[in-house]
């Protein structure tokens, strides 16, 4: 069964410092990786995309690795503001014979940053 | 370019009533999907069209949930009768083959 394990399930930090959340899954045949925020009451809102032959992809602040080999995925956020307050969701995509793929979402993880 | 559009943003009803959602894809997204997301959890896929053709719709409870995509472009998310375990916010998104996926802000519903 794909699965997606992300951890820690909350996290709180200090403004300004950096933090680094966990993406492990068990979905095969991979297709890609995604790291979702989603704010409070919002919709979930696209960070990174990684396929298979990508380890590294960084979108501001926000970096995300993949180790295919071993299933994982990390987001690392650097000098983290306030507005970083939200829930971090792993989706990974298995390559599937449809136009987008069958999903699995991860339960995220909580960030909370405080002043 | 304008994202996925869903209404009503919030709703309250009492179990056993009816209740429907609905939304506006991305114009050109072929795809749309319709999510659970109970608070604490991810999303959980309701069911996927791909114009106005179900793709997928295993996690549907038919029993009381219905959906339909008419002229493949809006969509729209029925439950009869509700209930309480059915309060959740339910987003509704759009994906192409080359940008992926496109969330709507949700409609939180309460049954109580």
């Known amino acids: 069964k794909n699965q997606v394990e992300q951890s820690p399930q909350s996290l709180i930090i200090l403004e300004g410092k950096n933090c680094t959340l966990q993406c492990n899954y068990t979905v095969s045949p991979f297709s890609n990786l995604r790291w979702y925020k989603q704010d409070t009451g919002r919709g979930p809102v696209s960070l990174t995309i990684m396929t298979f032959s990508e380890n590294t992809k960084s979108n501001g602040r926000y970096t995300a690795t993949l180790d295919a080999d071993t299933k994982q995925s990390s987001l690392h956020i650097t000098a983290s503001q306030l507005s970083d307050s939200a829930s971090y969701i792993c989706?990974?995509?298995?390559?599937?014979?449809?136009?987008?793929?069958?999903?699995?979402f991860g339960d995220g993880t909580t960030l909370t940053v405080k002043p | 370019e304008a994202g996925v559009a869903q209404s009503p943003r919030y709703k309250i009803i009492e179990k056993r009533q009816s209740v429907a959602f609905w939304c506006n894809p991305i114009?050109?997204?072929?795809?749309l999907y319709w999510y659970q997301q109970i608070l604490g959890q991810g999303p959980k896929l309701l069911i996927q069209f791909q114009n106005n053709g179900v793709v997928d719709d295993s996690q549907l409870p038919k029993d009381r949930f219905s959906a339909e995509r008419l002229k493949g472009v809006d969509s729209t998310l029925k439950i009869q009768p509700a209930k309480l375990e059915d309060s959740a916010v339910y987003l509704c998104?759009?994906?192409?083959?080359?940008?992926?996926?496109?969330f709507g802000s949700g409609t939180r519903l309460t049954v109580v």
């Open positions: 998104a759009s994906s192409h083959p080359n940008y992926g996926y496109t």
């Open positions: 114009s050109g997204h072929a795809t």
């Open positions: 989706v990974v995509s298995a390559n599937h014979n449809t136009n987008a793929g069958k999903s699995t």
